[in-house]
Protein backbone atom coordinates (compact mmCIF):
# COMPACT_ATOMS: atom_id res chain seq x y z
CA UNK A 1 0.00 0.00 0.00
CA UNK A 2 1.51 3.24 -0.78
CA UNK A 3 1.71 5.95 1.95
CA UNK A 4 0.29 9.18 1.28
CA UNK A 5 0.44 12.67 3.74
CA UNK A 6 -2.82 14.35 3.87
CA UNK A 7 -1.57 17.75 5.72
CA UNK A 8 -4.11 20.25 6.55
CA UNK A 9 -2.84 24.13 7.05
CA UNK A 10 -4.07 26.68 9.45
CA UNK A 11 -7.68 26.90 10.65
CA UNK A 12 -8.72 23.96 9.24
CA UNK A 13 -9.07 22.33 12.65
CA UNK A 14 -11.97 24.53 13.16
CA UNK A 15 -13.95 22.94 9.86
CA UNK A 16 -17.95 22.01 11.10
CA UNK A 17 -17.51 25.69 12.98
CA UNK A 18 -16.19 28.07 11.12
CA UNK A 19 -17.60 30.20 8.39
CA UNK A 20 -19.96 26.65 7.33
CA UNK A 21 -21.43 28.47 4.20
CA UNK A 22 -18.01 28.66 2.65
CA UNK A 23 -16.50 25.39 4.20
CA UNK A 24 -19.62 23.24 5.06
CA UNK A 25 -20.34 21.70 8.40
CA UNK A 26 -18.14 18.42 8.43
CA UNK A 27 -15.36 18.34 10.76
CA UNK A 28 -11.81 17.54 10.02
CA UNK A 29 -12.13 14.45 12.18
CA UNK A 30 -14.94 13.52 10.04
CA UNK A 31 -13.08 14.32 6.99
CA UNK A 32 -9.53 12.24 7.99
CA UNK A 33 -12.29 9.21 8.91
CA UNK A 34 -13.69 9.43 5.09
CA UNK A 35 -10.10 10.26 3.73
CA UNK A 36 -8.66 6.75 5.98
CA UNK A 37 -11.55 4.81 4.15
CA UNK A 38 -11.67 6.07 0.35
CA UNK A 39 -8.12 5.95 0.21
CA UNK A 40 -7.57 2.47 1.67
CA UNK A 41 -9.99 1.78 -1.60
CA UNK A 42 -7.19 3.61 -3.93
CA UNK A 43 -4.48 1.20 -2.04
CA UNK A 44 -3.51 4.18 0.04
CA UNK A 45 -2.72 4.48 3.64
CA UNK A 46 -3.51 7.88 4.37
CA UNK A 47 -1.27 9.64 7.43
CA UNK A 48 -3.61 12.97 8.49
CA UNK A 49 -2.03 16.15 10.37
CA UNK A 50 -2.75 19.26 10.69
CA UNK A 51 -1.21 22.48 12.03
CA UNK A 52 -1.66 26.01 12.81
CA UNK A 53 2.15 26.74 12.15
CA UNK A 54 3.90 27.56 8.97
CA UNK A 55 7.35 25.93 9.98
CA UNK A 56 5.14 22.59 11.71
CA UNK A 57 3.73 22.35 7.87
CA UNK A 58 7.10 23.05 6.27
CA UNK A 59 8.71 20.04 8.54
CA UNK A 60 5.87 17.35 8.15
CA UNK A 61 6.84 18.18 4.74
CA UNK A 62 10.22 17.99 4.59
CA UNK A 63 9.59 14.71 6.98
CA UNK A 64 7.82 13.24 4.32
CA UNK A 65 10.19 12.40 1.95
CA UNK A 66 11.10 9.81 3.85
CA UNK A 67 8.12 7.62 4.28
CA UNK A 68 5.63 8.76 1.79
CA UNK A 69 5.00 8.60 -1.91
CA UNK A 70 2.85 12.18 -2.01
CA UNK A 71 1.21 14.61 -0.32
CA UNK A 72 -2.15 16.16 -0.54
CA UNK A 73 -1.91 19.18 1.20
CA UNK A 74 -4.56 22.31 2.16
CA UNK A 75 -2.13 25.08 2.85
CA UNK A 76 -5.46 27.25 3.82
CA UNK A 77 -4.66 30.92 3.54
CA UNK A 78 -0.80 29.96 3.15
CA UNK A 79 -1.93 29.09 -0.21
CA UNK A 80 -2.00 33.04 -0.50
CA UNK A 81 1.09 34.39 1.49
CA UNK A 82 4.00 31.82 1.90
CA UNK A 83 6.85 31.49 -0.13
CA UNK A 84 8.73 29.05 2.38
CA UNK A 85 6.03 26.61 1.61
CA UNK A 86 6.25 26.43 -1.95
CA UNK A 87 9.91 26.20 -1.73
CA UNK A 88 9.31 23.39 0.75
CA UNK A 89 6.56 21.38 -1.80
CA UNK A 90 9.30 22.13 -4.72
CA UNK A 91 11.96 20.93 -2.56
CA UNK A 92 10.62 17.24 -1.41
CA UNK A 93 10.94 15.97 -4.89
CA UNK A 94 7.28 14.14 -3.99
CA UNK A 95 3.78 14.68 -6.39
CA UNK A 96 1.61 17.28 -4.13
CA UNK A 97 -1.57 18.16 -5.31
CA UNK A 98 -2.52 21.33 -3.35
CA UNK A 99 -6.73 20.90 -2.30
CA UNK A 100 -9.41 23.97 -1.70
CA UNK A 101 -12.53 23.03 0.19
CA UNK A 102 -13.93 26.41 -1.43
CA UNK A 103 -13.29 27.53 -5.15
CA UNK A 104 -10.90 30.30 -4.64
CA UNK A 105 -10.36 31.60 -7.45
CA UNK A 106 -13.96 32.95 -7.32
CA UNK A 107 -13.47 34.58 -3.50
CA UNK A 108 -12.03 37.86 -2.78
CA UNK A 109 -9.24 38.75 -5.16
CA UNK A 110 -6.43 38.53 -2.52
CA UNK A 111 -7.36 34.54 -2.76
CA UNK A 112 -6.53 34.49 -6.56
CA UNK A 113 -2.57 35.08 -5.78
CA UNK A 114 -1.94 31.41 -5.49
CA UNK A 115 2.22 30.48 -4.19
CA UNK A 116 2.15 27.42 -3.40
CA UNK A 117 -0.17 25.87 -6.58
CA UNK A 118 2.44 26.06 -9.13
CA UNK A 119 5.16 24.00 -7.37
CA UNK A 120 2.37 21.50 -6.72
CA UNK A 121 1.58 18.39 -9.56
CA UNK A 122 -1.94 19.44 -9.62
CA UNK A 123 -4.82 21.41 -7.77
CA UNK A 124 -8.15 20.54 -6.68
CA UNK A 125 -10.84 23.15 -5.31
CA UNK A 126 -14.12 23.63 -5.14
CA UNK A 127 -15.72 20.79 -4.09
CA UNK A 128 -15.88 20.52 -0.81
CA UNK A 129 -14.60 18.30 1.79
CA UNK A 130 -14.72 16.01 -1.66
CA UNK A 131 -11.53 17.82 -2.83
CA UNK A 132 -9.57 15.78 -0.67
CA UNK A 133 -11.20 12.39 -2.17
CA UNK A 134 -10.60 14.19 -5.62
CA UNK A 135 -7.07 14.86 -4.70
CA UNK A 136 -6.17 11.20 -3.53
CA UNK A 137 -7.86 9.55 -6.58
CA UNK A 138 -5.59 11.45 -8.48
CA UNK A 139 -2.66 10.77 -6.47
CA UNK A 140 -3.34 7.37 -7.13
CA UNK A 141 -3.66 7.30 -10.92
CA UNK A 142 -0.14 10.04 -10.66
CA UNK A 143 1.24 7.02 -8.42
CA UNK A 144 0.14 4.38 -10.81
CA UNK A 145 1.41 5.83 -13.87
CA UNK A 146 4.93 6.08 -12.07
CA UNK A 147 4.70 2.57 -11.97
CA UNK A 148 3.89 1.80 -15.42
CA UNK A 149 6.44 4.55 -16.83
CA UNK A 150 3.84 7.29 -17.78
Given at each position: M??????????L???G????????T?????????L??????LG????????????????A???????????????GA???????????????D??V??????????R????R???????????????????????L??????L???????
Amino acid sequence: MKKVLVLHGPNLNLLGEREPEVYGTMTLETIDARLQEGGGRLGLEVNARQSNHEGELIDALHGARAWAQGVVFNPGAYAHTSIALRDAVAAIDLPVIEVHLSNVLAREGFRRRLLIAPACAGQVTGFGWRSYLLALQALAWMLDAGEEGA
